[in-house]
């Protein structure tokens, strides 16, 4: 109950901060609801407040944290494994929500721009794309314990493609991070993270 009322306080303080009159505290049940689907077993209200946890480190150095904020909120509102436009989905959804609580335009299309970056062949733009995207790529750098679940996660959502499948897939998946030059953008995520995250990256690909 006390984690639930900390995400309900942090979700009215998110609209209050970018000058929405009232939070919609339907579309919080509704986002919750969305994170707590059956068929979830990575993308969830866990991987929600790790998320925001990873938040508190970097807020300061975000343009605009707010954004970030509501963008998190809604950055996995939708997702099913067969579909290939989670992303697209979801940052209409926020940018949506963000305009009908009164927010200008000029708030709501970054917050849809935010969503969008998180798709993982998308390179970030802007210091506020480039946050989000570290929060969102935080797992990777997890302790050995958390990363390995995670890992078992990701099968359980992928259940319905064959192993052969889902191995090769998810090999392309964990090398793409493993060839680029620095798997985290900002600077705070390369000191704390990067090292550990390569670690995890191999050890993952010599299980596949």
């Known amino acids: 109950m006390t984690e639930v009322l900390t995400l309900v306080v942090s979700w009215q303080d998110v609209w209050r901060q970018l000058g929405a009159s009232a939070s919609d505290d339907a579309l919080f049940s509704r986002l919750v609801e969305c994170y707590s689907e059956p068929r979830r077993k990575y993308h969830t209200m866990q ?59 000029d708030q ?7 969503v969008m970056a998180t798709r993982h062949n998308a390179v970030p733009v802007g210091t506020d794309a480039a946050v989000l995207v570290d929060i969102d790529l935080g797992i990777l750098g997890a302790e050995v314990e958390r990363f390995d679940e995670y890992e078992i996660q990701v099968r359980e ?52």
């Open 108 to 114: 709501a299309s970054p917050i849809y721009q935010l």
């Open 47 to 105: 991987h929600l407040k790790e998320c925001f946890a990873h938040l508190e480190s970097v807020r300061s150095f975000a343009e605009r944290a707010g954004e970030v904020e509501l963008a998190l909120w809604f950055h996995d509102a939708i997702y099913d494994t067969r579909r290939k436009d989670n992303e697209e989905l979801s940052a209409e959804w926020a940018r949506d929500s963000a305009l009908a609580a009164g927010l200008a335009a």
């Open 157 to 208: 959502e992928y259940s319905w493609v064959p192993g052969p499948l889902y191995r090769a897939g998810r090999k392309k998946v964990l090398q793409g991070f493993a060839n680029r030059g620095s798997i985290y953008s900002t600077e705070y995520f390369r000191d704390k993270y990067e090292a550990r995250a390569r670690t995890n990256i191999a050890r993952s690909l010599d299980r596949l």
